[in-house]
């Protein structure tokens, strides 16, 4: 099944280049899910789509993609022309230029690059599409061609990857930009997935050792939760029998001849069976990630990894809404009462203690003896809903995670994914309400009502995750 | 010498070479004296072809009274059932009393030449005609034929997978299918059940409102998942007759292979399967087409063997007087071969879990003997007018269908009174003859085959005529 990859922006385009170096890099051979050979010289092919409306960094990373050593003994892919659209200017981190410019003069050119690729597809699963929030290609225009995806693929599934600002500030308007897009990725996209900067650059300082993290360090941070999730797995249950004798990890990855396939598991379909076991109720799309281990590359060959201890702080992290493996509240317990009784929720405003909860979520294992990995502890009662019934799925693969033996990513429907939102939706009234930085969206054809209905819609996904 | 058929249409073999895959089809039953220069002698009426006739008409008896229907050859079954002749000296006699003992009993014409010709007889072109009537009985070509293909019959065709191999793998997508199936009813169970337990009903009515939602979701996206699997679907049926049309796999009319083809193409150790058993129908088929052949071209030779006996003047011989003929029967019940009765038993126990044969074939043989013995003695003129109505119904007491007959008989059921004696033979033989035909009936229905082959020289139209009209009856035949 083969998923196109739509990258937006400056953002999206190094954030894909980096993906499509992690799933070259993580698996044996190139996923044909991602990858494809072009026919006539037998070279592989990303699924990927570039959009900028400015062709610097597009032309960079190609540039980047074709220069790049061969890795494991195969053979460099490279990006299809066919598939770049780029413009003469950017669009000035203005969302309106974007949506209302960028979009509607570039839509034919990039429908027809869209559609090059999904023909290259013998089973189309959808799109995955990798923008940044805070500006104007990936924001703006990355809304605008979500809608204009869904009404020329309406039966096609559609997977936002995006990238939420430093709160900080970036972009002096990022909060409008990014109540903006959220609303619009809101109405017109399957899944949202919502990847905080400022958590990235945290763990690169904390746990990584990379006082000064370049771009390219939180790319390929970025994309390894991703990563993980996209690459082949296999559905298993949650209680599984009983271990085997545990024997110890293999580096080599010749465990992984115990195969899934073999076994007669269903293998997971990306982007079907992912959005259809995370977001399945209309109201809740906002996703997030949290991936095990966070430990910097010359550590590895030193560290001891054990599923349990790894489980032990994904865990943690679940209940928390935290995303580092350190500095956790362990403080920070599930109710003993049943849920309804003690709700006590990470939204609710007057309880300190914060329990996030999820609608559902997916948990993915990779590594030896990951099928029989008791994972019950994610499937407690008091971390979902009432009317939630079976919120937890667990695929895994035998397989090793690129340089991880043993890796975990866990893609949760909780209440921490709009936390962010519901930050930004606070900073964003206030700015609207002096009417901060309007006219430059107004000049490009956008209108007030526009910002009430995405303010509203920011509203009502904050309230509707409050009450879980 | 061979004469070739002059129906080129029908492309029809030699008459030796018909003969030749007579006498063929004839050695695996034990016929094994004839050969097809014994024939075409006999059709010439040499003498020297009488004793290998005669050896073919005793094999073809003794096949028919061995295994009436079975396609399997036989051994000289009839030496085994002789309980009074040395079976190992069969001497020439034996055979033509054999073969003319059971001739008869079989309904051969008995006014038939071959009655009367001994074994070494130089009318040997008589022998021919029972030789071709006893073919005709035992069905020789009809099985010949299905021992011939017995070995070639077709297998069953193997029956090809319902969809290509690609796509074979939808049963394991059925099984899924069928897990995914039960898996959301139990989901559906879980949730009616997860919001049931909820003792408020404010919180029953949100988490129902919540949970169909959910279910709307979930509906949605396997709808788009199908639309996808359907998509696709089309376009591997689009790809593949584009890669049929550049490889240009054409057959011998020139168009391209449907997708059928290819999918029986692709299962090439069924195609050679189903190959080998169309071979093997079409092997059958020319053996059935030869033995039609050759069948209808010895008939053709029969019937010209027939024209050139009567050409020459050959007759059957008179039909014998009654005495005559009793003296003939009488002879033949005085051989030491098994009595006509007591074959006639044999047959009628033979034949129990067939027909509804009485407990005491002796009553069944009783009753048959008195018939014909209350028949003879109407045939003695001096009974036609006096003891008719007493004999009549000794006659046709005992079976209600002839009794119904007599009731409905212009006459009312009383005994003819005709103005004139020829209105009274008449109307006495139609009684008789009609008594006859309902007694013929009657032990039909009882003793099938045997009793029906014994009785039928009694109710042959001459046999009547002959036996019982008054011989001084002014009408005459």
Avoid at chain 1, 270 to 298: E, M, N, W
Avoid at chain 2, 363 to 368: C, G, T
Wanted: charged share 20%.
């Amino acid at each position: 099944m083969g998923v196109v990859v739509v990258q937006l922006g400056q953002g999206g385009n190094q954030m894909g280049y980096a993906l499509f170096r992690c799933l070259a890099s993580a698996s044996d051979s190139f996923p044909d899910q991602f990858f494809r050979s072009s026919d006539k010289k037998g070279k592989t092919k990303a699924r990927a789509v570039l959009i900028d409306m400015e062709p610097k960094v597009i032309h960079g990373i190609i540039g980047r993609a074709k220069s790049a050593p061969a890795q494991n003994n195969r053979a460099v892919w490279t990006y299809d022309a066919r598939g770049v659209v780029t413009g003469d200017s950017g669009s000035g981190n203005n969302w309106a230029c974007g949506y209302y410019d960028h979009g509607p003069y570039n839509l034919n050119s990039m429908l027809k690059a869209v559609r090059t690729e999904v023909e290259q597809c013998d089973v189309f699963g959808g799109f995955i599409i990798l923008q940044s929030m805070a500006g104007g290609t990936g924001a703006g225009l990355g809304a605008y061609l979500v809608e204009a995806l869904k009404d020329e693929f309406p039966s096609s599934f559609i997977l936002c990857y995006c990238i939420w600002p430093y709160e900080s500030g970036e972009v002096i308007v990022q909060n409008y930009n990014v109540v903006l897009t959220l609303s619009h990725l809101q109405s017109f996209a399957d899944g949202i997935i919502i990847l905080q900067n400022e958590q990235l650059s945290t763990i690169c300082r904390t746990l990584l050792s990379i006082q000064r993290p370049s771009f390219d360090d939180l790319n390929e941070l970025a994309v390894q939760g991703l990563g993980c999730i996209l690459l082949p797995s296999y559905w298993r249950a949650i209680e599984t029998s009983t271990r085997p004798v545990s024997r110890a990890a293999s580096k080599g990855g010749s465990e992984s001849k115990l195969s899934n396939e073999n076994s007669g598991q269903s293998r997971v379909r990306i982007l079907s069976d992912l959005l259809s076991s995370l977001c399945f109720h209309p109201g809740y799309k906002v996703l997030t990630l949290r991936f095990t281990p966070q430990v910097p590359a010359q550590s590895l060959a030193f560290t001891n990894f054990t599923w349990d201890a790894q489980l032990k702080y994904l865990r943690q992290m679940f209940i928390t809404g935290a995303h580092k493996e350190l500095e956790m509240d362990w403080n920070i317990q599930l109710p003993r009462s049943a849920v309804h009784d003690n709700k006590q929720g990470m939204l609710s405003p007057a309880v300190p203690c914060l329990v996030n909860r999820s609608v559902a979520s997916l948990l993915i294992l990779r590594g030896n003896e990951s099928e029989y990995v008791d994972v019950s502890g994610f499937a407690d009662d008091r971390l979902y809903p009432i009317w939630q019934v079976d919120p937890l799925s667990v695929a895994s693969s035998s397989s090793m995670y690129g340089r991880y033996e043993l890796a975990t990513c866990l893609i949760s429907n909780c209440q921490s994914s709009v936390l962010p939102a519901s930050r930004a939706l606070t900073k964003g009234y206030n700015m609207l309400a002096s009417r901060a930085y309007l006219h430059q969206y107004f000049e490009h054809g956008m209108e007030h009502a526009s910002f009430d209905s995405a303010f509203a819609s920011i509203e009502d996904i904050v309230c509707r995750y409050s009450t879980l | 010498m061979a004469r070739r058929n002059k129906d080129s249409s029908d492309c029809l073999p030699t008459i030796s070479e018909s003969l030749t895959y007579l006498c063929t089809i004839l050695s695996p039953f034990g016929v094994t004296q004839l050969s097809p220069r014994n024939l075409l002698s006999a059709a010439a009426n040499e003498p020297s072809a009488s004793p290998s006739i005669w050896s073919a008409l005793h094999q073809l008896i003794c096949l028919q009274l061995a295994s009436p229907s079975s396609s399997k050859p036989v051994a000289n079954v009839l030496l085994c059932r002789l309980q009074e002749v040395d079976r190992d000296h069969l001497r020439p006699h034996d055979v033509t009393v054999i073969v003319k003992f059971y001739l008869s009993l079989w309904g051969f014409p008995f006014n038939s030449r071959v009655f009367s010709l001994c074994y070494d007889t130089g009318e040997s072109q008589n022998l021919l005609l029972p030789l071709a009537w006893l073919i005709s009985r035992c069905d020789i070509f009809k099985r010949a034929l299905d021992a011939r293909i017995e070995n070639l019959s077709p297998r069953s065709f193997k029956v090809f997978p319902f969809a290509a191999a690609d796509v074979s793998k939808t049963m394991v997508a059925a099984e899924r299918a069928r897990q995914a199936r039960t898996k959301s009813e139990i989901y559906i169970q879980k949730l009616v059940a997860t919001s049931s337990s909820l003792p408020d009903i404010g919180l029953r009515a949100k988490a129902r409102s919540q949970q169909t939602l959910m279910l709307y979701g979930r509906v949605r996206m396997a709808l788009m998942a199908l639309h996808s699997s359907v998509s696709a679907r089309a376009k591997f049926i689009h790809k593949l007759n584009h890669m049929q049309r550049e490889l240009k796999i054409k057959d011998q009319d020139g168009h391209a292979f449907s997708q059928l083809d290819v999918h029986i193409l692709e299962h090439k150790e069924i195609l050679d399967k189903d190959f080998e058993a169309l071979q093997a129908g079409t092997h059958v088929g020319k053996e059935v087409e030869m033995c039609e052949l050759h069948e209808k071209t010895f008939w053709q030779w029969m019937v010209s063997v027939v024209v050139s006996r009567e050409s020459q003047g050959c007759s059957d011989q008179e039909i014998p007087t009654h005495p005559e003929r009793l003296k003939v029967l009488s002879e033949f019940c005085t051989t030491s071969i098994i009595p006509v009765v007591e074959q006639l038993k044999h047959y009628a126990v033979a034949q129990e879990n067939l027909v509804r044969v009485p407990r005491d074939p002796k009553s069944m043989e009783i009753q048959v003997d008195s018939q014909m013995l209350n028949l003879e003695q109407l045939s003695v003129p001096v009974m036609v007018k006096q003891e008719v109505p007493t004999f009549l119904p000794k006659v046709l007491f005992p079976l209600h269908e002839v009794k119904f007959t007599l009731e409905s008989a212009p006459t009312g059921g009383l005994p003819p009174t005709a103005d004139s004696d020829a209105e009274s033979i008449v109307e006495r033989l139609k009684l008789i003859a009609t008594a006859l035909v309902q007694v013929h009936a009657k032990i039909r229905s009882r003793n099938r085959i045997c009793l029906e082959e014994a009785m039928s020289k009694y109710t042959t139209q001459d046999y009547v005529l002959h036996n019982f009209w008054p011989e001084d009856s002014f009408i005459h035949r």
